[in-house]
């Protein structure tokens, strides 16, 4: 998922990168930004990420949370990280290593996204209880390639196209 932001007002001061805050402080601030920010979320499919690619999948999820948050072309927008994935109408993009503890709205961006993901990540646990969706959250961890080894692949939520899991999907 990419999450695209805009600021309507001042920014909570105790911001900060989503990697350094806890889950409570992310869902304690979340509810601040919810009043002083606007966000667009592009989410992408399993199945459009091994279509497309990871970076085809990023600049699909761009392009997705540029038009949910009905971003002007003009707009400044900041990228964290080196690649620009913005459509080419964007001409004021730049990308900024870092941006998600550099700039505070990038901030906001990335605990709204991590929040949002953890959140799906739970509702799978829910559907899936013995893949440990809600303690790895998808990371590549022991205990998630444990469970996909015990388990099996999920076609409907492990990317096949990441080498871990198509080695696993043709073991299977």
Not at 14 to 40: A, P
Not at 44 to 63: H, M, P, T, Y
Not at 148 to 164: E, F
């Amino acid at each position: 998922m990419v999450v695209a932001a805009q600021s309507k007002g001042s920014l909570p001061t105790e911001l900060k990168d989503s990697k350094l805050m806890s889950k409570t402080q992310r869902l304690k601030i979340l509810n601040k930004l919810s009043i002083c920010c606007s966000f667009g979320e592009g989410w992408v499919s399993v199945a459009e990420i091994d279509k497309l690619g990871l970076a085809g999948a990023l600049r699909l999820g761009v392009r997705r949370a540029l038009k949910a948050l009905k971003v002007p072309a003009s707009s400044k927008i900041i990228i964290d990280g080196l690649i620009n994935y913005c459509p080419k109408q964007y001409k004021n993009a730049a990308c900024l290593v870092r941006a998600d503890s550099l700039v505070p709205i990038v901030s906001a961006a990335s605990v709204h996204a991590k929040v949002k993901r953890d959140s799906y990540m739970a509702e799978l646990a829910k559907r899936h209880p013995d893949y440990g969706f809600e303690k790895h959250v998808g990371y590549g961890t022991k205990e998630h390639l444990k469970a996909l080894d015990t388990y099996g692949v999920l076609k409907s939520v492990h990317r096949l196209s990441y080498a871990p899991i198509a080695a696993r999907a043709e073991a299977g």
